[in-house]
């Protein structure tokens, strides 16, 4: 907000006895004015960060800072969709939490407006959740184009839940990513595309055999009362989509990369809602948070069988567009603005838009 034109290491060095991590910030004095000084001291306070003078560029382990392994920041320019249908309680908290954390406005724009929209100076666009029709308005062609011109051009687009689903469509394309889909059912069509059920039907009855004499047959347990339909709905749980009422998971995040950022040692914990968790990406490094594979619940509750099919799926993936990023989160990172423990990433994600 004041101007001032900072860089990022990316890689890790040890200067002055000391460790500059992945990550750090590094304000040079010639690109910036003579006053950047006085400006560091006023604001500096404000942002619980520690600086630390140096008089030189060359390091005593790691790259040093005048090398490709320090890259200059943009300043934030977001954008986040509104309109009929959006999450307004999930956008809301969005919203504060960019203008809080990294002390910016906001721009919104309703999903149909896109098509007209001009995205000049815009570094990354926001897809939160919303209704089917809202993710249709994004879907739509005009939309659709806007946004995949955008991306292709540099930009990066983050979908939030929901807002993943417009980035995995048809319309837009822009993501490779698959979601947890329920196993066809052995009465699924045959060849010509009729029901098993239905051919049944067709089949001549058996012919009945020569009436006997009544006999008293033991009783069976398949007779218990509702025994047969618990092992109908038993033998449905593996087609169910068994969203959470509310658990929150231990993750495992890919070693270095840039959205991870700042989170070095911190046990990140999501909230997980839903019953389609996405699948891992082919690329490694694209997954860049995933929930832990063993043992992932941390609080709240799940099913056991939502928890087998969320163990080691991804939280965070980054996908390559044209020069553009897409960044999907399949669990809200600031959940209502208050559990801001995995804010960080949405924050890393969208000031350091290119770095990644």
């Known amino acids: ?165 417009a980035l995995r469509s048809e319309a837009l394309g822009l993501s490779a990513a698959k979601v947890w889909e329920p196993e066809p059912d052995e009465a699924d069509t045959k060849k010509g595309g009729k029901p098993a059920e239905a051919d049944a039907k067709k089949e001549p009855a058996p012919a009945k055999e020569p009436a006997k004499s009544p006999a008293v047959k033991p009783a069976s347990k398949a007779a218990t009362p509702g025994a047969e339909e618990d092992a109908e709905l038993l033998a449905d749980l593996a087609r169910r989509p068994l969203p959470p009422p509310g ?17 070095e040692g911190a046990d990140l914990v999501f909230l997980i809602q839903d019953g389609n968790p996405p699948k891992r990406l082919s690329r490694a490094r694209a997954n860049v948070l995933t929930v832990a594979a063993t043992d992932p619940l941390a609080a709240g509750f799940a099913w056991k069988e939502s928890l087998d099919r969320w163990a080691g799926a991804p939280l965070v993936t980054v996908e390559e567009k044209g020069k553009g990023r897409v960044v999907s989160f399949s669990a809200d990172p600031s959940f209502r603005g208050f559990f801001r423990g995995p804010e960080i990433l949405l924050l890393n994600t969208l000031l350091l838009a290119g770095v990644y």
Do not use: M, Q, W
């Open 1 to 165: 907000a004041e101007g001032v034109k900072v860089s990022l290491t990316t890689k890790s060095s040890r200067l002055a006895g000391r460790t500059l991590p992945a990550g750090s910030y590094l304000v040079r004095r010639e690109p910036n004015e003579a006053g950047v000084r006085d400006v560091l001291t006023r604001v500096l306070p404000f942002t619980g960060a520690s600086p630390i003078a140096l008089d030189t560029a060359f390091t005593e382990e790691g790259p040093a800072l005048g090398s490709s392994t320090v890259v200059n920041l943009k300043k934030p320019k977001v954008v986040l969709v509104t309109g009929p249908g959006s999450d307004a309680n999930v956008s809301g908290a969005l919203r504060l939490s960019v203008e809080r954390g990294l002390g910016i406005r906001v721009s919104r724009r309703t999903a149909s407006s896109l098509s007209r929209a001009s995205f000049e100076g815009v570094t990354a666009v926001i897809l939160p959740p919303g209704s089917p029709a809202f993710v249709r308005e994004i879907e739509s062609a005009g939309s659709a184009a806007a946004l995949k011109r955008f991306v292709e051009s540099g930009g990066v687009v983050v979908g939030i839940r929901e807002g993943t689903d």
């Open 247 to 263: 658990a929150f998971v231990r993750t495992k995040g890919y070693p270095g990369h840039p959205i991870l950022f700042g989170t």
